[in-house]
């Protein structure tokens, strides 16, 4: 049994671990410690009963090559349903281009040509099972672990399966 991880620490980790991916780029970034490291807040206008509640804060949001991530951070992967809830909402009410439009609007997207919008969990501990419609990123020091979802586009595959290969074989030599 791994020992425990905090919020703030996956997003360490994690953040690091993509910026030393090739091809990776994060848009924004929110960890609960409030420490942004000059990326902004994605906030994502939430639509409650065909009427504006405010807005989502997404942990961080991330592309890679055609694909675009949205991504939401907690310790255990047992402390998820609320953020895999809010993901689905997103993704159901606005796709890929909705979320695209309001990156725009935002300043925050720089390419045209995302083909897939991907719904990311990232975790410390694996202590519960992982929904199929996820990309799931286990991190955890020493430990960095990639699962795609059987219900992820088909064909988006071949870039997840280079992510995949990126995300778990990267040197932890590197220090940021």
């Not at 699962?147 to 280079?162: C, D, I």
Request: glycine fraction near 8%; charge should be negative; aromatic fraction near 8%.
């Amino acid at each position: 049994m791994m020992d425990n991880i905090t919020e703030t620490e996956v997003h360490d980790l994690l953040r690091r671990r993509l910026t030393r991916i090739q091809d990776v780029g994060l848009l924004g970034w929110n960890p609960p410690n409030g420490k942004t490291y000059g990326l902004p807040n994605i906030l994502i206008p939430k639509i409650v009963d065909n009427h504006r509640a405010g807005s989502d804060r997404i942990d961080g949001c991330v592309y890679y090559k055609h694909l675009l991530m949205l991504v939401e951070i907690k310790p255990a992967s047992s402390e998820m349903d609320d953020d895999a809830a809010k993901l689905r909402r997103i993704y159901s009410l606005y796709k890929l281009e909705g979320v695209v439009q309001i990156l725009q609007r935002q300043g925050l997207c720089p390419s045209p040509s995302f083909r897939w919008l991907v719904p990311v969990l990232a975790f410390g501990v694996l202590d519960s099972g992982l929904p199929q419609d996820f990309l799931c990123w286990q991190v955890y020091p020493g430990r960095y672990q990639q699962s795609t979802g059987a219900g992820l586009p088909k064909e988006a595959t071949g870039e997840l399966e280079e992510l995949q290969v990126s995300f778990e074989n990267t040197p932890d030599s590197l220090r940021t």
